[in-house]
């Protein structure tokens, strides 16, 4: 069974330019999950969806970040403009139903890097 | 509000010795449970959870982890550690009360340095 797949690996981009991740969760997950993960910190949710709903965004910065998933499967990710902060690993996940029992699958990540 | 603690930032431990990572939780109901692994530029990989029953869970690659709620802690533990589980570990709890949503949320890791 194939797993989350993610792209690109790695971006480096200047403040202030915009950039999109690319996910494609575990065929056949219905949920799928958007997290930021700090160096020397663990990853923290920043966007979750139900097929091509949004469930939660609560902690998504909004005047920078977008997020879709149009037709339920994979998603993208938008950081526009960036600053220096954004440097992180974005890790999609996914889950089979989203219900609070369900395992959570990840993804490699992109690590971005903004200077 | 779920929150996790990772008490201790690294773990030394000898090939061939046993070892426990620690996790302590603080959630308002019955919590949900995850420890996961990374290793180098990749990630998380799920090594078992405690969603109800048995207080001892056993995962992969040899792991288990002990609930306990008096304690409200979930240590991971391995009785033989090998070098190839040195890598990040991440303990993660999830809140069944708090309704829509199905957030973990993750404690800060702590670093399994395994020597030979």
């Known amino acids: 069974e194939a797993g989350v797949a993610q792209s690109p690996r790695y971006k480096i981009i200047e403040k202030r330019q915009s950039v999109a991740f690319w996910c494609n969760p575990i065929s056949g997950h219905a949920t799928l999950y958007w997290y930021q993960q700090i160096l020397g910190q663990g990853p923290k949710l920043l966007i979750q969806f139900q097929n091509n709903g949004v469930v939660d965004d609560s902690q998504l910065p909004k005047d920078r970040f977008s997020a879709e998933r149009l037709k339920g499967v994979d998603s993208t990710l938008k950081i526009q403009p960036a600053k220096l902060e954004d440097s992180a690993v974005y890790l999609c996940?996914?889950?089979?139903?989203?219900?609070?029992?369900?395992?959570?699958?990840f993804g490699p990540g992109t690590r971005l890097t903004v200077l | 509000a779920q929150s996790v603690a990772q008490p201790e930032d690294q773990v030394n431990v000898a090939e061939g010795n046993p070892l426990t990572v620690k996790c302590t939780y603080s959630v308002s109901g019955n919590p949900y449970l995850f420890w996961y692994v990374q290793y180098p530029n990749r990630g998380l990989q799920f090594l078992l959870k405690?969603?109800?029953?048995?207080?001892l869970v056993k995962g992969s690659y040899g792991f288990e982890a002990e609930f306990n709620k008096s304690q409200t802690s979930f240590h991971l533990k391995k009785p033989s550690a090998l070098v190839s589980d040195s890598a990040l570990y991440f303990c993660?709890?999830?809140?069944?009360?708090?309704?829509?949503?199905?957030?973990?949320?993750f404690g800060g890791g702590t670093r399994l340095m395994v020597k030979p």
């Open positions: 996940a996914s889950s089979l139903v989203g219900g609070s029992t369900d395992t959570q699958y």
């Open positions: 993660a709890v999830r809140d069944p009360q708090l309704g829509a949503g199905n957030m973990l949320t």
């Open positions: 405690y969603i109800t029953g048995d207080n």
